[in-house]
């Protein structure tokens, strides 16, 4: 895989964030700063927009769909994320099984039912919060990387994702249409059906399908890191700085401050989320990818490389840790335990990377590569 270093760096940064933003409150950061903290909760989508740029420039012939390569690519994608995947899940298990499961008022078979549908990864489709919560949250995202791989091939072939800004308006314009037609949906379902309306509206922020707009935008990005010629060349060099500062935090603020008062806040953040942190993430990675400053340098040194490279452990482990904190922790000590159990959690993620997920990687790779060209 071709790696561009300080884009792994960045993900590093990105599992951070969302650490940090499930973290918040157990370790009692200030009220004014839990929207900033909630917005480094939508950093999921960064990873997503950094997916579809690295699978992008790795699998530039997948569009051909020839048969080996496309076995190449599946061993590889299922060899990367599955055995961290279920090993945090049958950690979560263990965890469960020794100091006994939350009091969320749920029958055996249903704990049952969601530990299979998560080990199948099935759990971002299902409009059930229990489903997504129960056992590791954030591998819902793992589900939704599942679809975009076997969307990829696609994507490649679509011409109008052709590595221009157009190609980003283009995809915007499409989830805005995406949800609006969604939410016009969900509104008007009979009530007769006895539905979890107010879950359904928000369900957008973890479907597979509008997530998929998030990876599009890295697989346009990757399109245009290909062309010789620049064609989203962003014409200040501070641009992203700017917006940032004028735009992006008092949105975060924003969304913050209606999540409070009303379902619709919600709505309002997924379509901030999706229509204007996502593309401000793909400017992000445009200007790491190029661009040469302290930053750059930073995010390329060996120990944020590592840390990068480490970054999938921390963000499906490091929900055992707050599960750990929430449940069976004393509170006079949850703020003291947390910040020490986020260390902890990255400490353990880069184990598990040097000592399982690396070597087995691999291994695994070559064993389903084997068995699928049978």
């Known amino acids: 895989m071709q790696q561009i270093a300080q884009l792994t760096g960045l993900r590093f940064i990105a599992a951070l964030g969302v650490v940090i933003c499930h973290f918040a409150r157990a ?10 903290t909630d917005f480094f909760g939508s950093f999921v989508m960064l990873f997503f927009v950094l997916s579809g740029f690295v699978l992008t420039i790795n699998y530039p012939k997948l569009k051909s769909l020839e048969k080996n390569y496309c076995i190449e690519y599946a061993a590889g994608r299922l060899a990367r994320i599955v055995p961290v995947y279920w090993l945090a899940l049958i950690l979560m298990l263990l965890l469960y099984i020794g100091l006994g499961f939350p009091s969320f008022d749920r029958s055996i078979f249903q704990w049952e039912t969601a530990f299979a549908v998560n080990f199948l990864a099935m759990q971002a489709w299902m409009p059930n919060i229990f489903m997504q919560q129960a056992w590791n949250a954030p591998g819902w995202s793992v589900s939704s990387e599942l679809f975009f791989y076997a969307c990829l091939p696609l994507l490649l072939r679509c011409s109008w994702l052709d590595g221009t800004y157009k190609g ?31 879950f359904l509206l928000i369900f957008p922020s973890r479907l597979p399908i509008f997530g998929l707009v998030c990876f599009g935008y890295g697989v346009n990005l990757a399109k245009s890191y290909a062309i010789k010629k620049d064609k989203t060349e962003v014409p200040r060099k501070y641009l992203g700085l700017i917006l940032f500062i004028i735009l992006i935090l008092p949105i975060a603020w924003l969304c913050f401050l209606f999540k409070k008062i009303s379902i619709y806040g919600s709505v309002f953040e997924i379509f901030c ?6 593309p401000f993430f793909c400017l992000v990675i445009h ?4 661009s040469k400053n302290w930053t750059t340098k930073l995010l390329s040194s060996k120990i944020f490389i590592y840390l990068g490279s480490s970054s999938y452990s921390l963000y499906l482990i490091h929900w055992i840790a707050l599960a750990f904190l929430m449940f069976h922790t004393n509170p006079k000590h949850a703020v003291f335990n947390g910040w020490i159990l986020i260390l902890a959690s990255i400490v353990f993620s880069m184990l598990i990377y040097q000592f399982f997920e690396d070597p087995l990687r691999k291994k695994i790779r070559y064993a389903l590569i084997n068995i699928l060209k049978k």
Request: a neutral charge; glycine letters at 2%.
């Open 27 to 36: 370790i009692n950061l200030p009220e004014q700063a839990l929207f900033i």
């Open 168 to 198: 980003i308006i283009r995809l915007w314009l499409i989830l805005w249409m995406m949800l609006l037609f969604y939410w016009l949906v969900v509104l008007n379902l009979p009530q007769v059906l006895e539905l979890d309306i107010p």
């Open 273 to 278: 989320v999706y229509g204007i942190f996502t």
């Open 287 to 290: 200007r790491l990818i190029r």
